[in-house]
């Protein structure tokens, strides 16, 4: 499909890929083309807080209790002799530990680090252990592109996952005596590597994953702007955006590469550039969605409120979906919400009936009204009451990827006992559309138009 469009994102007029001449090429072939002669209509410009490419702090483990082990790659983990060295540093004056693989817990007395086929060390509690792959006062130098490169094995995961920077632990004494976090130090670039790489599947086209680099950038630039102060930026799950650590998928690396510094921005500030897997047709606003008392104006910003858009996501299997839950079960669930959020639906009695009560421009609802059998009304927003009818409670059933309730575009049903919950899309509908961005790339749309769809009224820019 060939899009001309008057640019609301770069004030200019952008050429589709037909008016390029690339219609006929392969999908990289006319995506490599488009994205050259694109490259002159996205101006460099300054914006708020980003005087170059900045470094991001990656939350990759969160209150761990129990040893983790830090490996070279190419070694065994813990005993093993090959592969290359990891260095463990403490508090200045303490020494350094080093070994092909070092196992590190948090014990009463402070940090016990033990290297593989060596003795053991410790460090005080309150210490901040940096963990790098080289060895004692030395750079890594491994001539398989490892450089850097940190795997982390849990009990949980012994498989382990590998990360290209620096790490950093802590103690979370908040949590427990043996609790820990480990944190990545990274440049953002390498770091969007292991993002796009796990929010979209290998197999998509290029365009798909430039749009979604440029949101993970922008997304990721905003957090970190906004936790000025904080000891991280951004976690590595789907609290902030999927990350994997070290990336192979060349897709995900050209994606980076070819939008390098490429941000959007509104009024000169770079937005919260939301994303979900699929909108099932009808976005939804961030100022519906998400907090917007202080410290949480940005979900008031034009273009990640819902406007009317052409939408291509009906490849998706959540496209449309029904879910049903017994009336206790709903009941159960939504009572746990309450109590582990504070919400007033906490003290929900016997379950009487759901309904949508507010929608936005587009029909999508934005709040519901639950009522119990003693009258009382209890009012959720649509991502609420989409994340409470899974939360977990006494005595149910886990939620599993056919039994949860997508979205929070539903309508609901009460027939006897059984709750019919109807959805659309998957996730929480507000901005891009993973699934849509996918759908659009196969008719041939490049990145620019797709990204002006999804932030109507933004301004695309190169930041660095």
Known sequence: MAVVAVSLLLGVVLPSCQSLGLGGMSGATRAAGAER????FVPRMAVEGIGGEPDIRVRVLTAHEGVVNLAAPGSAGAGSGGGGLISVRGPAGTPEVSGSSVDVSLEEKGWLVTPAGGPAASFPRGAELIVRS??????PTAADGSVGRLRVSTAANPKGTEYPGELRLSARSDV??????????IGL???LEGVVSGELFRNWPLETFQVQAICARTYAIQEKLRKSGARYDVESTTRDQVYTGVSELAVAAEAVRSTRGIVITHAGRVIRAYYSSTCGGRAASAMDTFPTGPGYEYNLTPPIQARAREHSCESSRLYRWTRTRD????????????KDNGHPVKALGALESVRAAQFNALSRPTRFVVSDAAGKTYTLSAEDFRVACNTSAPGLPAITGETRVASGDVEVVSQGNVFTISGRGFGHGVGMCQYCAKGFADKGEAWWTMVERFYPGAMVVRAY
């Open 37 to 40: 002669r694109a490259e002159r």
């Open 134 to 139: 080289g060895g004692a006062g030395k750079e």
């Open 176 to 185: 427990s005596m043996r609790a820990l976090d480990a944190i990545e130090f």
């Open 189 to 191: 670039e390498r770091y």
């Open 327 to 338: 009336r206790k079960e709903l009941e159960k669930r939504l009572a746990a919400w309450g």
